[in-house]
């Protein structure tokens, strides 16, 4: 089976990629390098000793994407190719609308055209807004995000609801994300943010490198156990293999259906400062901060129903989280 997986070269595409090939999936790779990197595609042939297509091309630009289902015989696609930074989405909203929209449009235009009828996309659990109870299931409300990022992913998820209805032949399967994190074991693939980061990992790896002085824990009032916020924090590779799981249920069903990827476990911000500094022996210093404008105290997955659906369930710990973004991050500073 041959999938193409935009955004291949990025955090998540990367490691997608990876687990992809592994189950032994065709894949080809469609990357226009905006936020990946130039060396990703041969870390990804190094990892797997898999040789794959890559194409160096914008998603949005038509005439590109049909060139490559003339290529090859595409059986599906996983989309995960978007813009991502939530503070520039709140500044530069056209520019999140025109891109995340654009390029999904775009493919699923293109695979109209051709016939393909499996699609997996990479959504947020930011769909939900500040939920009213956790563990959140799919069933939940959706729609009142707090930014353009989130409602670029929540646009998309509704394009697709209506194109299920259009066409009954069709499969989309939305992935929730929770909170990724971490990196490939082997310390090839992680993530590379631009300038500062607005996360919590990339901005922990920072502080513990040395390159910024401390962690500004944003809250410390929150009513969650110790004041902070509390997240369900979900390894990479894990939820990359949650992909290939999706992959398997797109192209043997049709419909619209929506999963969330999560571990269900939650751990507070400073539950992460401590693990972070037992596992790597690296002083991580840190002060409490306001609250940060649209964070909810608790967001936590209710993973069951991937588990009985899609036979994935996330097993990496929160140790396993830290320990391998470390490593990444370590092998960038030699
Ligand atoms: C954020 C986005 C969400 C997006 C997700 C992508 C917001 C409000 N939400 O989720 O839309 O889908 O990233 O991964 O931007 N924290 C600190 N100090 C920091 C950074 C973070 O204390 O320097 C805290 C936050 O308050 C939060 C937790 O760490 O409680 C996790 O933050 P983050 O990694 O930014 O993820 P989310 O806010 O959950």
């Known amino acids: 089976m041959t999938v193409l997986l935009t955004g291949g070269a990025g955090y998540i595409g990367s490691h997608v990629a990876v687990e992809m090939i592994n189950a032994g999936f065709n894949v080809v790779i469609a990357d226009n390098l905006s936020a990946g990197h130039k060396d990703v ?3 990804i042939k190094t990892l797997t000793g898999v040789s794959f297509p890559f194409f160096e091309i914008d998603i949005c630009d038509k005439e590109a994407v049909r060139g490559i289902f003339d290529s090859f015989s595409v059986d599906a696609v996983v989309h995960a190719a978007g813009y991502k930074a939530v503070a520039e989405s709140v500044s530069l909203p056209l520019k999140y609308y025109r891109n995340n929209t654009d390029g999904a449009l775009t493919l699923l235009e293109v695979m109209a ?3 393909v009828k499996a699609f997996v996309f990479s959504s947020s659990a930011t769909v939900y807004g500040i939920p009213d109870t956790v563990p959140i299931k799919e069933t939940a409300h959706t729609g009142d995000c707090l930014n353009a990022y989130g409602r670029t992913k929540y646009i998309i998820e509704k394009i697709l609801e209506d194109l299920c209805r259009s066409d009954p032949l069709f ?4 992935l929730r994300y929770f909170n990724p994190v971490g990196a490939h074991r082997s310390g090839l693939l992680g993530d590379d943010p631009i300038g500062v980061p607005n996360n919590l990992m990339p901005y922990i790896l920072r502080v513990a490198a040395g390159r910024l002085p401390e962690l500004n824990i944003f809250g410390n009032d929150y009513p969650t156990k110790d004041g902070t916020c509390i997240r369900d924090y979900i390894h990479v590779v894990d939820l990359a293999k949650g992909h290939t799981a999706a992959v398997d249920y797109a192209v043997k069903h049709s419909g619209y259906e929506v999963f969330n990827l999560g571990t269900g476990i939650g751990y507070s911000v400073l539950d992460m400062v401590r693990v972070f500094e037992k596992v790597t022996g690296r002083p991580l210093p ?5 609250r940060r404008e649209g964070d909810s105290a608790e967001y936590l997955a209710d993973p069951s129903k991937a588990e009985k659906n899609l036979g994935w369930r996330a097993v990496l710990t929160i140790e396993d989280m830290c320990f391998d ?3 990444y991050e370590g092998g960038k500073e030699q």
């Open 171 to 174: 499969s989309a399967v939305p």
């Open 41 to 43: 595609p041969e870390r």
């Open 325 to 327: 973004a470390q490593r």
């Open 286 to 290: 840190y002060k409490f901060a306001p």
């Open 113 to 115: 055209e051709r016939g």
